[in-house]
């Protein structure tokens, strides 16, 4: 999920606060273990932060778990415990040798075992710990912390896949993994006698991913709803002022998997057909990036001083996120396929609940979202013009889009409602 998704006030919202506090979780606690977890970057902010809220609104006692270097605002927020001293996120197992990093990948799932155990030794039980973004570097830690304390210590463990095992080549759905992969299908076995018992679940937020990682190791995780507090209702018509420009946004942490580079080209090439269009682009900007050499990828300089083009570099709020998403008409969305065919975007599922259209790439995640629930329109994977094309027939046909959109964000807010995830998350049926 990207940073900025927070509670609304609307009155749908309200029906949901209701909702959600029905429920019979009293006595009931939650650990939510995120090692990443140090700001408001990425998406380990606000997932958390929505996980916390939605079950503590529910009545849970919801203890958090971050990484040490945890903003002190954010940790009083949410009430973290501020104790992994490392994150693998930060790429410190990140050798040139192979066997470093597999031993890496050992010394890790080590630590985390280690940090947890003393953890819930001082604070347990409970009834469940989640953990949502696990990889193969914590998948062994979790089941040596499980022989060691579940049952008593720990209920149930819930672990959430949200990255890719494996690849997909082009116009392929099967995916492909590497030898390597074959340390984490190990570990996932060992969960089945746990899982078996109802002491362990995996979950992913994709139907796509459930079929890879069971395409992986023969256990189907479970497909878990986006834990988002919806924004307001959107209005019925927009409320648009006559003739003003169409705000494309591109928001959430830029990254070159995510098609900068190619919605870059597309907007230059945009401005260069239609120097009088009606597009205003918004792009969040604010972490370095690195292309696919792994050297640094700069903001398009003709774009920059652009007066139709707007960088936002700096890291931002939740509620100056949910401006942006606000006075956006059309979420740009280019994402590449090899990264994004089974992975979902929050960025997307914002949109959508929100009623606003968005530009996305044929084949992924992201198209199965706006066919089900949204409105918008697909464009090719990597193609530059196709995108730019996309953008022109948005502004020349945005209020059919727009109205398409918001007809049907009522179906997207139930589909990732609060109350689904709590759900979920508790098997309340």
């Given at each position: ?272 057909r239609y120097p009088a269009g009606r597009a205003h682009f918004v792009i969040q900007w604010n972490d370095p990036i ?8 700069l903001p398009d300089p003709a774009l920059r001083t652009d007066p139709r083009v707007e960088l936002i570099e700096q ?85 059919r889009f727009s109205a398409e959109a918001v007809a049907r964000a009522d179906a997207a807010r139930h589909s990732h ?13």
């Amino acid at each position: 999920m990207s940073a900025g998704t927070s509670i609304g006030s609307g009155a749908g919202d309200e029906r949901e606060r209701s909702a959600i506090e029905s429920t019979v979780l009293r006595g009931r606690r939650m650990l939510v273990v995120e090692e990443a977890l140090k700001n408001e970057s990425g998406h380990w902010y606000e997932y958390v932060k929505s996980v916390a809220e939605l079950n503590r609104l529910a009545g849970a006692e919801t203890v958090v778990v971050s990484h040490a270097d945890t903003d002190p605002a954010i940790r009083r927020e949410i009430g973290a415990h501020a104790v992994f001293p490392w994150t693998s996120w930060d790429n410190v197992y990140r050798y040139p040798q192979a066997l470093r990093r597999y031993l890496g990948i050992a010394h890790h799932n080590i630590r985390v075992y280690r940090v947890m155990s003393r953890f819930v030794k001082q604070h347990g039980p409970f009834d469940i710990l989640f953990a949502p973004t696990v990889a193969i570097h914590h998948v062994i830690g979790w089941r040596l912390l499980m022989a060691r304390h579940g049952g008593r210590g720990i209920g149930q463990i819930i672990l959430l896949f949200r990255n890719n095992a494996g690849s997909y080549a082009d116009d392929s759905k099967t995916p492909v993994f590497k030898r390597s992969t074959n340390i984490l299908k190990w570990a996932l076995q060992s969960f089945r006698p746990l899982i078996a018992r109802g002491r362990a679940r995996f979950a992913t937020d994709s139907k796509k991913l459930a079929f890879e990682y069971k395409h992986l190791c023969g256990i189907e995780p479970e497909v878990f709803p986006s834990p988002r507090i919806a924004p307001p209702a959107p209005p019925s018509p927009p409320l648009r002022a006559a003739g003003a420009p169409v705000i494309f946004s591109c928001l959430g942490p830029a990254r070159f998997e995510k098609g900068i580079d190619v919605m870059q080209a597309a907007i230059r090439m945009y401005l260069e057909r239609y120097p009088a269009g009606r597009a205003h682009f918004v792009i969040q900007w604010n972490d370095p990036i690195l292309d696919a050499d792994g050297a640094p990828y700069l903001p398009d300089p003709a774009l920059r001083t652009d007066p139709r083009v707007e960088l936002i570099e700096q890291t931002m709020s939740s509620a100056a996120y949910d401006a942006a998403v606000a006075r956006t008409d059309c979420m740009l969305l280019p994402y590449r396929r090899a990264s994004y065919f089974a992975r979902i975007s929050g960025v997307a599922v914002e949109a959508v609940t929100a009623g606003v259209p968005v530009i996305y790439t044929r084949d992924t995640w992201n198209e199965d979202l706006v066919v089900d629930l949204g409105a918008g329109i697909g464009v090719a994977d990597n193609d530059v013009s196709g995108l730019a094309d996309a953008i022109a027939t948005m502004v020349e046909d945005f209020d059919r889009f727009s109205a398409e959109a918001v007809a049907r964000a009522d179906a997207a807010r139930h589909s990732h409602s609060p109350m689904a995830f709590v759900s979920k998350a508790w098997g309340l049926g």
